[in-house]
């Protein structure tokens, strides 16, 4: 199986800062890599997909980059709404779909 | 908008089977677009792909659950179904229907998912 590992587990962060999560997986996944968002007690929601496209309705704040192995998911300018936890998942072994185990974006 | 809605028992007995159903409404589960997945959370952890079912009976499973699982589609009702055999607490989890497809591109992604139900295994 292919193995995603997330950096941090967690971090806190203020209003207005600019967050960025790392997602690296254990061998190349070409830009097979999607980020989700998911709020407590609810199904996740697909933010990028592709690695850098973003899912149509999502705010142009979060933006996706990297290939290979290693990937960011990036917010420039967190908001209330942001607070979630956020988990990178890849498609390249499809259809062995792995995730990340997440990283939860708290408030300072 | 393609809506979807996991249903089953909350708590399961060691041993016996869990049985859930997700109800698809806005779409159909006999489309061909989506590949209709189950996944599962246990409690704070991650997510974990169980299987997909697509073209109304092809399968296909992860691997270290393949022995135990079974995925249907009954297209009357619009509807797919997980049966996954003698559970254990390790299965304790909360259990998503989630619906995905390829873009045009050729990457795949979750795109609809449902609210989630949570299954205890316990005596």
């Known amino acids: 199986d292919i193995q995603m590992t997330q950096s941090p587990s967690s971090l806190s962060a203020s209003i207005g800062d600019r967050v960025t999560i790392t997602c690296r997986s254990s061998?190349?996944?070409?830009?097979?890599l999607n980020w989700y968002q998911q709020k407590p007690g609810k199904a996740p929601k697909l933010l990028i997909y592709?690695?850098?496209s973003l899912q149509s309705g999502v705010p142009s704040r979060f933006s996706g980059r990297g290939s290979g192995t290693d990937f960011t998911l990036t917010i420039t300018s967190l908001q209330p709404e942001d607070f979630a936890t956020y988990f990178c998942?890849?498609?390249?072994?499809?259809?062995?779909?792995?995730f990340g185990q997440g990283t939860k974006v708290e408030i300072k | 908008q393609v809506q979807l809605q996991e249903s089953g028992p909350g708590l399961v007995k060691p041993s016996q089977t869990l049985s859930l159903t997700c109800i698809v409404s806005?779409?159909?589960?006999?489309?061909?677009?989506?590949?209709w997945s189950w996944i599962r959370q246990p409690a704070g952890k991650g997510l974990e792909w169980i299987g997909r079912?697509?073209?109304?009976?092809?399968?296909n499973y992860n691997p270290s659950l393949e022995s135990r699982v079974a995925m249907s589609v009954d297209a009357s009702k619009n509807q797919f179904s997980l049966r996954l055999s003698s559970v254990t607490a390790a299965d304790t989890a909360v259990y998503y229907c989630?619906?995905?497809?390829?873009?045009?591109?050729?990457?795949?992604?979750?795109?609809?998912w449902g609210q989630g139900t949570l299954v205890a295994v316990s005596s």
């Open positions: 079912i697509y073209n109304i009976g092809s399968t």
């Open positions: 592709g690695a850098s």
């Open positions: 061998q190349n996944i070409f830009t097979y």
């Open positions: 998942q890849q498609s390249y072994s499809n259809p062995m779909y792995t």
């Open positions: 989630a619906g995905g497809a390829f873009d045009s591109s050729g990457y795949f992604h979750f795109d609809h």
């Open positions: 806005g779409g159909s589960v006999s489309s061909g677009s989506h590949y």
